[in-house]
């Protein structure tokens, strides 16, 4: 019986190619697995046909969107995830489940090796690889581009001379990725960071130069989940979609970033991610309102390390687990309404209601009712300044 591999399936050219390039390479027969994160583009069942046509000796679909916004966007939004301040984890948050989608297949189709169409240089040969390595330790993995020097030239070369049903055009200028949660762009002239981005990088959002009308929305939020976007309830796939639409109309969420990948170097990044913007500043917003103070303090921390164990592929590890469940406490009070803005590239929170509030209007007025006693003040700033008046007044003892 011939060996199996199991590759990770996008319809384009140098999957496609893929196909027959590692059975030539290595004798065995290929499974095409192609994960719906809400990408867009081609119907399933053409790409899962052009698989098949391509050589393939099983072609696997899986309509991932749900899960993939249910499971692992809205752990994100739940952490206010964002690498290096500004990037919603767009591509990062998709490896994972497309990770265990390719496992799952592999173990079904009895295959012992994963492929993937990631460069040596990247970020995602890392974010899958090692989950692959977690989930299915048996696996073996290998990278066409990386080990089988499957190279763009020759992928259009190969589809040609064995009249592939794939369209061999130049390379698109830009390398991009996209799902439900975001869009990433990048190479091209992107490559040189003095360049500006033109109008043809972006995709999901509109100019912001030339927004409509402002929008107003309001977001309905249970245990920091949103449940229904002005008072129309919404799974998470659907809270998410209606905010691409509707931020992405208003070019919110156009993300331009120099960030440092995984493996050693600074990559210049277009992100689009309208819905995930939104989403994130409303749900800042409401946790403003309902968490208490040093906890939301030490949980801005526990976000930061989230994103960046999530960002270097490490979905999977038992330090993410254990932060999860932090995080997970902290949403039991994020229950409310937050009301946005959305105009010219900006999401601006202009109401916030909730019955799980920490915010006492009678303890923050300044006017008629105000139940603070300030007398207490006194004695707070003593004692709240008592350790650097101690330590002031040894330094000038000493140090006269």
């Known amino acids: 019986m011939k060996e199996r591999v199991v590759l990770a399936y996008s319809g384009g050219l140098d999957t496609s190619v893929a196909i027959g390039w590692i059975a030539e390479a290595t004798g065995a027969e290929v499974i095409a697995v192609a994960v719906d994160v809400g990408q867009g583009g081609e119907d399933l069942e053409t790409i899962r046909q052009r698989a098949l046509d391509c050589g393939a000796v099983e072609a ?22 964002l690498y290096m301040d500004a990037y919603p984890l767009v591509s990062a948050l998709s490896r994972p489940v497309i990770v265990k989608h390719l496992v799952q297949a592999a173990q079904k189709f009895n295959a012992t090796t994963v492929a993937h169409g990631c460069t040596g240089k990247g970020n995602d040969q890392v974010r899958f690889e090692v989950g692959i390595q977690t989930l ?10 990386r080990d089988l020097a499957l190279t763009r030239e020759k992928a259009i070369s190969y589809a040609e001379h064995n009249n592939l049903p794939i369209v061999t055009t130049k390379k698109n200028p830009f390398s991009i990725d996209q799902n439900v949660w975001g869009r990433a762009v990048e190479t091209g002239f992107l490559e040189d960071i003095w360049n500006a981005p033109t109008k043809d990088v972006y995709d999901y959002t509109d100019d912001p130069t030339f927004s409509p009308a402002p929008d107003t929305c309001t977001i309905t939020f249970k245990h920091g989940i949103p449940t229904a976007i002005d008072e129309k309830p919404v799974t998470p796939l659907e809270a998410i979609t209606e905010m691409n639409r509707r931020a992405g109309a208003q070019g919110i969420g156009r993300i331009d970033i120099v960030e440092d990948r ?13 819905g995930a913007m939104a989403l994130i500043a409303a749900h800042q917003e409401l946790e403003n309102v309902t968490i208490e103070r040093e906890q939301a303090r030490f949980k801005k921390i526990v976000g930061q390390r989230w994103s960046e164990l999530v960002y270097d592929g490490q979905w999977f590890s038992p330090l993410k687990k254990s932060l999860d469940a932090f995080i997970q406490d902290t949403q039991q009070m994020v229950n409310g309404e937050i009301r946005m803005d959305l105009h010219a590239g900006r999401a ?13 209007f009678n303890l923050a007025t300044y006017d008629e009712g105000d139940s603070f006693n300030q007398a207490h003040a006194r004695g707070f700033i003593e004692i709240f300044g008592l350790s650097s008046k101690v330590a002031s007044a040894r330094n000038q003892r000493l140090n006269p």
């Open 262 to 274: 995984l493996v050693g170097i600074k990559s210049r990044e277009i992100y689009e991610a309208p």
């Open 348 to 360: 601006v929170v202009t109401g916030r209601r909730s019955t799980s509030s920490l915010y006492d």
């Open 60 to 81: 696997y679909i899986a309509d991932a969107r749900e899960e993939f916004a249910t499971e692992y966007c809205m752990p994100a939004l739940a952490a206010n995830a």
């Open 136 to 145: 299915g330790p048996e696996l073996t993995c290998i990278a066409p581009v």
